[in-house]
């Protein structure tokens, strides 16, 4: 009996460790070629190690405070996708201000076209709020999912995190003088109208830092031009 109990010890313990080993072939992490800068915008770089080819991706990123997501930056990127070849990606910001990334096939029947087994999937773009204290800051990847080939969804609940340093950006101007003339006026609107009408994005566009630039922007300006002295 002692020894059937052992065995079976033995095997679990023998199990939880192969079951670590493997998982340790399936991570997604972060990595950023350059430091950020306050007011600013920076690319960051996510990374998926895998063993088997993935049938999908997802991961949770959480940014510190002041720094956002800038909607429908995340492109693919890297050498591991063939010529031609398009992954699909979806970028949702949850309410707790984390953003969870997910790429597939645009075919549900294919797996993900990557080659090797470890480096660049996608990069994203964030953008740093020019009142951020300079630092040193923590972005972690909080919970990560890949369902391989074979049907096995490997889950991460643990952070994979990335120790970024921001500095301190470009001294800012005037604020909602986003064509920098010196002055807050119908000109500076219309720079914004025309950064959304061709759906680009620019720091010194935001003129709210919420990592956008659409129409609150623009009312921002105006509200500028309002308040100031006739």
Excluded at 13 to 38: C, D, H, I, P, V
Excluded at 96 to 104: K, R
């Amino acid at each position: 009996m002692k020894r059937r109990i052992l065995l079976s010890l033995v095997s679990f313990f023998a199990m939880t460790s192969m079951w670590a080993t493997m998982k340790e072939n399936y991570q997604m992490y972060l990595t950023a070629a350059e430091n950020g800068k306050t007011g600013a915008t920076a690319t960051l770089t996510l990374n998926l190690k895998n063993q088997n080819a993935p049938v999908m991706w997802s991961c949770v990123v959480a940014l510190p405070e002041g720094v956002t997501y800038v909607d429908g930056s995340i492109a693919a990127a890297g050498s591991r996708y063939p010529e031609g070849y398009a992954p699909t990606f979806s970028a949702t910001t949850n309410a707790d201000g984390t953003v969870t990334f997910q790429c597939w096939s645009a075919n549900e029947d294919e797996v993900l076209a990557l080659t090797n087994t470890d480096g660049v999937v996608a990069t994203i773009e964030v953008a740093v709020a020019s009142d951020v204290t300079p630092g040193d800051f923590t972005v972690a990847v909080n919970t990560s999912s890949i369902t391989d080939n074979g049907g096995t969804v490997w889950t991460w609940e643990k952070a994979n995190e990335l120790n970024w340093t921001i500095e301190e950006g470009a001294t800012p101007g005037i604020i909602g003088d986003v064509n920098h003339d010196g002055v807050v006026d119908i000109a500076d609107a219309v720079t914004i109208l025309n950064a959304m009408a061709a759906d680009t994005y620019d720091a010194a566009f935001d003129v709210n830092k919420d990592g956008e630039v659409d129409i609150a922007d623009y009312v921002t300006v105006l509200n500028i031009m309002a308040a100031q002295p006739s």
